[in-house]
């Protein structure tokens, strides 16, 4: 999900890009919306700053959206029973600032020919800024500033499609880029993936009633069991007896899941196309190690993000494993942080050395990314403060080079320390005594691949080569190079 007229970058002046969004969505049970509270908060990593649930009883709609975390929200009773039925589908977003926040909020609803409408979006559509300027040139009136809302107006002016699937179908083929929604209609949710499958969206069971996801754990909180993944391209329709209707209305394209769900967005316990994602992230480690091994008394990663992959280092290096970082885990949402004194100290706020662990050691410290290399100085700083003899920095990912215009929040170009800088040059910057990424081969290795294939990469890693598999058609070219206009992700 985008937002067109965000009032700043989202990145503002943080120094951590933010995540993406999660959706979950349920039928045929009596606690609909309390589970989908439950399954947005297990996917409460995908999105931080705001939250909405719409249910349905078969007849009228009912909508809860609030700023903040899950639990802020939909911990509280009265909240949960004023949305009734047993439909529910649910969204957690990063959301910009200002007064539009809380129309841009999902699931967005509408009232169509057919009925009421409700869509919750993970991904970003290329070109919706185009799509939305002929809409309101031919008289559609918007009210929020996401892309998302584009999908409802092209479904309202597709008068020729008899059913809401086929209308859903019609809106889809006129939009590019990426997209895993879930959507709720008066008596089914539908699920869809974009036909190259960037995005993630897994079909589970609980009690033989049809659960969507974005990952996993969504199932795993409510005690689902998966069925499997949604397929690129494939629309799904679930029903209140249980029935799934799967359809693939779209040109096949190849595949293209996003890599940097297995590096950073999923949660190491969700399995994303049959793969754990924790395994893979252990597996980079290893390959890491191999790749860039070096002496050195300890692995330490930067937590939490760093963990599975400074496990795997360890073991491929048989080195000694430890947390010499202490993360805070009650330190979340930016708006804690809320002047420029304040988020400058973020990192200090959210990690502590470890000191008996890192004093006198030669430390090799694992981290998943570097985007703007603001975590790591600060993380190396505190490191080398707490006594540490030598400090190497391992990276978990290749370089990140390019911005992402397929629903993740990287900043543009220009901030991306590895697209400006010489590997020694990064090395400097961030102080440290050697400096490492994986290799791209490395990292297709670690998700079961003998290495990338270049004609047809079987994932897209645009943010590690530049290759993007979709078309950019909002962005001129030099934007596709710099800045991103008035874009906001979901
Ligand atoms: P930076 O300080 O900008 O280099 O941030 C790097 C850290 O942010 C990484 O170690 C990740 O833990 C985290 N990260 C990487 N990519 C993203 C993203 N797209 N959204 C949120 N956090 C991210």
Redesign the pocket.
Known sequence: MVDFFPSASRFGDA?????ECGVFGIIGCETAASHTALGLHALQHRGQEAVGIVTTDGDRFFAERALGLVGDTFADSTVLARLKGSAAIGHVRYATTGETILRNVQPLFAELAFGGFAIAHNGNLTNALKLRQQLIDNGSLFQATTDTEVIIHLMARAQNASTVVERLIAALKQVTGAYSLICLTKDSVIGVRDPAGVRPLVLGRLDGKPVLASETCGLDIIGATLERDISPGELIVLHTDGRVESFFPFDAVASRFCVFEYI?FARPDSDLNEKSVYAVRRRIGMELAHEAGINADVVIP?PD?GVPAAIGYAQAANLPFELGIIRNHYVGRTFIEPTDQIRHLGVKLKHNPNRAELKDKRVILV??????????VKIVDMVRQAGAKEVHLRIASPPTINPCFYG???PSKEKL?ASNHTLEEMRKYIGVDSLAFLSVDGLYRAVGEAKRNKEMPQYCDACFTGDYPLPLVDMTPEQKGKKRKALLHC
């Not at 981290?367 to 790591?376: A, C, L, N, Q, W």
């Open positions: 120094d951590k890009p933010r995540e950073y930067v993000s981290d998943d990314s570097i985007v703007r290399g603001t975590t790591s993740i929040d990287t320390l």
